[in-house]
């Protein structure tokens, strides 16, 4: 089934001094209409580059981006504005990403006035409101500046500046990140009641498998630039099977006294993959590492139920 | 738990219920002047330019005498109540002078600087914003230009335009204009690496939008600060030029030329070059101190 | 007693500025024994960093301000709440003296904790001698002996700060805060910049460190997990304040207080299926200008009357756990009054 988002073997390739860094390689998914795609894994995995590839921010190397039956991977920037009010983006650090000089209402308005959406400046100024109703925002911010804001108003805002256009896919960079964890689940709450309301598809970028695995329909886990391991996300959690995945969800610091659960420390940390050589690129830091891991990538493998691993062992590690 | 209610909340309240009343609204113009405020040194310059200012507005109003007022029995007397700086070889009063070189010095210190930004500014937010082969490009060209010190190049743009305020100005601009590109370029290099430029693209702003609303203002607070030091290196130039006679000439009053014809003076009548010479240094440390308000005042940072 | 190595004693600290005064810590008292590691947990701006910079007397001058109470180092008080400038600078000097060697800290971003022109090895030497009377050799060793116990091969010690990772970078901090074996350790936020695989590596390594030289830890986090890892005992800070007091167990068997309970619901679990997220509406009070009543009100679920312009005190529910809150006063008076009788 075709999907809103389809991408094929999408690579981007950054030119570093010493080489070429593989900063997104050979990742293909699809997201379909009002789901959530999670895109989990450590700084340096290249979640953030793929998600600003898909939008353009940065043009990718090779493969394919297919939006709604249309290949948008090459098109020129012409074409690409008049379909970018459909694909929107909320960022990391709401701080840093608004401009510091601008009042909340222009940074909402700042949209519709370059897509020329409205007019005159009344059903502008309406529209501003209605969005501040939308995620939240008590209409007596509306000329306050960002850095009067706490953390969870400052998102706030960067999501109603990515809804201004009616968008259908919206990129969530890290939306919840720097946010403290009472602000974090109001977030987390407004981002689920506008996906239903509106229909939205979400490709969530995230380090935090806990929130990942509460709001997504899919699981993308990262390494190093490749997709190690996809599927749904109960599938995944009921049915960890790549070394990494395990390793990771054991490491996450489980709020409870309760079942702790055995702890897998990793060896070393994660290289950039500059010139990466031919072999599994988890292989220096697993613990089941072994001979052909060194001399051959594995390549992403369907273990049944959609269930897809990138690991030459899966099943004797497992016991399928 | 009782609340605590310490002095300095005293101190505060007091504060507060002397604002009470007045809109508390704050923006980051606002928040600017706040902390210009608060700096003691910034509000002396800025009192001191203002003053300049007024001076250069009213000078026939404060000069007891005119510009040329030649008056050959009173040639060389000290400063006096009657001639408050003395007078020159000629017998005319330097009070007068000085007060009417404040109408060249200001202005042109400003104006050199204000084009000198214009140019600069186009050609360094051009090789900043799109990188690569334009920035080589407009860069090393300034590269070679920057490699002749600015004032032998205002002196040559000078000599081969001829004498003339206009002249002058076109010089000194042209020759701070490669500086002060680099000083743009830096300011909006910095800026551009952050989010909500990326964020601006992400809704699809256009390149001049991303420059003029995005960049430019929040690299405002480096170039504002330049440009003050610029005017203050202007005026500085004007005066070295006019001191080896390319500048304004004669009988115009202007501190520079003022100081470059008393010059044979230094022996016999030091207060000839004292007064022009103040002056110079008064509006330097003015801007200066000013400028240097500024930048701190628009950081929002040193809060 | 003896045993107590840190005790914070009824700490109010403001930071005095122009627009106002915050009352950043608001009668925080706990104590740590030699070997104990407390959590501090709460969101941003509760004063949790304000706490640690206190005991430290690292306090921003000249807005900070400690107002009143104590901090008991070894039994020797080490904040001056004096405004006299001589009485400040003497416990500056004072304060110069023990940092790094009987107390240190680790901030949370290792990158700018390090000075990056000197070599890594040379940074935890200059510590030790800085503390100890021993010749440059001697602290050569110790301080290749304190990388290897902090898992960096000791031949890197000619190594500069960039040539290291994140994680590593966070090893070396730890090896310079340890270095001089101090009483007490400080450790705010020290994971939150660092990947999930290298946060459990680094927590595994203070977990070891920390039972090897019996040092007391106070581990300042937002991450109730991270408590649940390492912690003793927790202290949940809301607005300045002490809200919940106990041993981990009581926090999280337990939790009383109805922000702590809050805080619970509001994290999405790894183990549950839910919905949808409990989250609780509003903001911090702003600690310019703190109200009256008790500080949670506005946004507790299980408010009353008797949170209206009075602030609780601390309760003791059970032993060594307390909670600030109204609620539960009844239930611990009515106990106490329980006990009584059965004593009569």
Request: glycine share 8%; hydrophobic share 40%; charged share 20%.
């Amino acid at each position: 089934m075709s999907g809103m988002l389809n991408v094929k073997n999408l690579k981007k390739y950054f030119p570093v001094s010493g080489g070429t860094l593989h900063a997104v390689d050979d990742v293909s998914f699809t997201l379909n209409y009002g789901e959530t795609l999670g895109v989990v894994g450590e700084s340096g995995c290249g979640k953030s580059t793929l998600g600003k590839t898909i939008l353009r921010l940065m043009a990718p190397t090779s493969g394919e981006i297919v939006f709604e039956g249309k290949d948008i991977t090459f098109i020129n920037n012409k074409e690409f504005t008049a379909l970018r009010p459909q694909m929107q983006m909320i960022f990391q650090d709401p701080l840093s990403s608004l401009n510091p000089r601008m009042s909340v209402s222009q940074q909402i308005a700042e949209p519709l006035r370059i897509y020329n959406y409205y007019k005159s400046s009344d059903e502008m100024e309406k529209r501003v409101l209605e969005l501040m109703d939308t995620v939240g925002l008590a209409r007596r911010y509306a000329e306050t500046y960002p850095h009067e804001l706490d953390g969870g108003r400052r998102q706030r805002i960067g999501i109603a500046r990515a809804l201004a256009l009616n968008p259908k896919l919206i990129v969530c960079d890290e939306p919840v990140s720097a946010l403290d964890v009472l602000i974090q689940a109001q977030i987390l709450n407004l981002l689920q009641d506008l996906q239903k309301e509106r229909g939205l598809s979400y490709m969530f970028i995230t380090h935090n498998l806990s929130v990942v695995k509460h709001i997504s329909n899919k699981i993308c886990v990262m390494y190093l630039g490749q997709v190690i391991e996809q599927c749904e996300t109960k599938e995944l959690f009921k049915k960890t099977l790549h070394p990494y995945t395990k390793a990771l969800l054991s490491a996450i610091p489980v709020p409870s006294l309760k079942d702790r659960r055995e702890r897998i420390i990793l060896k070393g940390e994660l290289t950039s993959p500059i010139n990466p050589k031919n072999n599994c690129r988890f292989a220096p830091r697993c613990l089941y590492a072994r001979e052909e891991c060194f001399s051959s990538c594995p390549k992403l493998q369907d273990v049944g139920g959609n269930h897809q691993v990138a690991c030459h062992f899966v099943k004797e590690i497992n016991g399928l | 738990m009782a609340k605590l209610y310490t002095p300095a909340m005293a101190k505060i309240d007091k504060k507060k219920a002397k604002l009470k009343g007045r809109i508390q609204k704050t923006s980051p113009g606002r928040e600017a002047w706040k902390r210009l405020r608060r700096n003691k040194l910034a509000i002396g310059g800025l009192v001191i330019l203002g003053i300049l200012v007024l001076i250069a507005i009213f000078a026939n109003y404060i000069a007891p005498e005119g510009i040329d007022n030649q008056v050959l029995t009173r040639t060389l007397q000290t400063p006096s109540t009657q001639h408050l700086m003395g007078t020159d070889n000629f017998g005319r009063d330097i009070f007068s002078r000085v007060i009417y070189g404040t109408r060249i010095s200001l202005p042109v210190g400003f104006i050199c600087t204000f084009l000198a930004f214009a140019f600069g500014g186009v050609l360094g937010s051009i090789a900043a914003f799109y990188g690569g082969r334009a920035d080589n490009l407009i860069m090393r060209f300034m590269d070679i230009f920057q490699s002749i010190p600015p004032l032998l190049m205002a002196i040559a743009i000078a000599a081969s335009l001829g004498n003339g305020v206009l002249n002058l100005v076109l010089a000194i601009s042209l020759s701070t204009t490669p500086g002060r590109s680099r000083v743009i370029r830096a300011a909006i290099l910095t800026v551009k690496s952050n989010d909500y430029i990326e964020s601006a693209r992400a809704i699809g702003a256009s390149s001049a939008r991303q420059l003029l609303k995005y960049m430019l203002p929040n690299a405002m607070g480096p170039i504002l600060t330049n440009f003050t030091f610029g005017v203050a290196a202007a005026i500085l130039t004007v005066s070295s030029m006019s001191y080896i006679g390319l500048g304004i000439t004669a009988p115009t009053p202007e501190w520079g030329s003022m100081l470059s014809s008393s010059k044979e003076l230094m022996r016999v009548a030091p207060y000839t070059l004292y007064f022009p010479g103040l002056m110079i240094m008064i509006t330097v440390l003015a801007i200066n101190l000013f400028g240097d308000g500024l930048r701190d005042a628009l950081d929002p940072r040193l809060k | 007693m003896s045993d107590k190595v840190l005790e914070v004693k009824n700490l109010i600290v403001h930071y005095e500025t122009e627009d106002g005064v915050a009352e950043a810590v608001n009668d925080v008292s706990f104590s740590l024994s030699a070997g104990e590691t407390l959590g501090l947990v709460g969101e941003t701006g509760a004063g949790k960093t304000t706490i640690a910079l206190t005991i430290m007397g690292l306090l921003p001058k000249p807005a900070g301000q400690v107002i009143s109470g104590e901090v008991l180092l070894n039994g020797k008080n080490i904040v001056e709440s004096s405004r006299s400038r001589f009485k400040q600078r003497a416990n500056e000097r004072m304060m110069r003296k023990l940092r790094g060697d009987d107390i240190s800290m680790i901030f949370q971003d290792p990158m700018s904790a390090l000075n990056p022109v000197t070599p890594v090895g040379e940074q935890i030497a200059e510590v030790l001698r800085l503390h100890n009377k021993i010749s440059k050799a001697e602290a050569v060793l110790r301080a290749t002996e304190m990388m290897e116990l902090v898992g960096i091969p000791g031949e890197r010690y000619k190594n500069y700060p960039h040539e290291f990772s994140g994680g590593m970078k966070q090893r070396i901090v730890i090896a310079i805060a340890l270095a001089c074996n101090p009483r007490v350790l400080i450790a705010d936020e020290p994971t939150t910049a660092l990947d999930v695989t290298i946060q459990a590596q680094v927590l595994q390594l203070m977990n070891g460190l920390k039972q090897k030289f019996n040092t007391a830890l106070l581990m300042i986090t937002h991450d109730l997990g991270v408590v649940a890892d390492i912690c003793d005992k927790c202290g949940v800070i809301y607005a300045g304040q002490m809200v919940e007091l106990g041993s981990v167990e009581h926090i999280f068997n337990n939790p009383s207080h109805p922000y702590t309970k809050a805080l619970f619901n509001a994290l999405p679990s790894l183990d549950k299926d839910v919905e949808r997220l409990e989250s609780i509406q509003g903001l911090m009070s702003d600690p310019m200008n703190l109200p009256p009543d008790c500080t949670f009100r506005e946004r507790c679920a299980e408010k009353c009357e008797k949170c209206v312009n009075t602030d609780p005190p601390l309760f003791e529910t059970e032993p060594g756990h307390y909670v600030r809150c109204h609620r539960i006063a009844p239930a611990v008076e009515a106990e106490a009054s329980n006990a009584k009788e059965a004593a009569k």
